[in-house]
């Protein structure tokens, strides 16, 4: 079946520092999958941070950018200087049909002023 | 903005008991989605749905049943509820490649 691997369960980082949180996929469809950000931030709800539906091209949003690399299945997310209020929970997530999203762990960011 | 509301926002239930948790969305989207939240495991896939009447299994739907009677409404339902279904349980609404989420409810089943 499809999965979407994140390997740092928490990532801590000094504020104005850069920032990777690492995204893994696989998947069993022919067709190549879309590919998500979510974030939870402190007290509110799961929300869309970026989307890229295009193998080969790059999302951005809010100062962060993931770029969907299909040779290494991969979809990273970075930012090049972190805030405070940068601190949240990011998930990863793929959908192959358009009906079902699956989801990463989750990545604790902890950005420290 | 898209709006989802689950119902009840905490629960407790005894084990054994009937749990129903209750979804309700006004964005007039297709699909409809119930997650669970854990440590260690990030938001897994229970039921989903693709329009009224029609339910699809996730990747954890033992212990689990889904309903959906019409576009606004999509409920989960604990049949016979057990401790390890005490979690997090997060509805969603999609169209397209976009997914708008309730704010969970925590079910603690003792």
């Known amino acids: 079946g499809d999965s979407v691997t994140q390997t740092e369960g928490q990532v801590t980082v000094s504020e104005s520092k850069s920032l990777i949180i690492n995204c893994t996929y696989s998947?069993?469809?022919?067709?190549?999958?879309?590919l998500f950000w979510y974030v939870r931030y402190p007290g509110e709800g799961l929300q869309l941070l970026l989307k890229v539906i295009t193998a080969g091209q790059k999302g951005s949003s809010r100062g962060f950018e993931a770029t969907y690399n299909k040779e290494t299945t991969s979809f990273h997310l970075q930012k090049a200087s972190v805030q405070e209020s940068d601190s949240a929970v990011y998930y990863c997530a793929l959908d192959t049909n358009a009906y079902k999203v699956i989801f990463g762990k989750g990545t604790h960011l902890h950005v420290l002023p | 903005e898209a709006a989802v509301t689950q119902s009840p926002r905490n629960k407790v239930a005894v084990t054994g008991g009937k749990v129903t948790l209750s979804c309700n969305q006004t964005?007039?989207?297709?699909?409809m989605y119930w997650y669970r939240q854990d440590t260690g495991h990030g938001l897994r896939l229970i039921h989903y749905s693709y329009g009224a009447g029609s339910t699809e299994k996730g990747d954890i739907p033992d212990g689990y049943k889904a309903s959906r009677p019409s576009q606004e409404n999509f409920s989960l339902i604990l049949e016979l509820a057990t401790p390890s279904q005490t979690s997090v349980y997060f509805c969603?609404?999609?169209?397209?490649?976009?997914?708008?989420f309730g704010h969970g409810t925590k079910l603690s089943v003792l």
């Open positions: 998947t069993t469809s022919i067709a190549y999958p879309n």
């Open positions: 964005n007039n989207h297709n699909n």
């Open positions: 969603a609404s999609g169209a397209g490649q976009r997914l708008f």
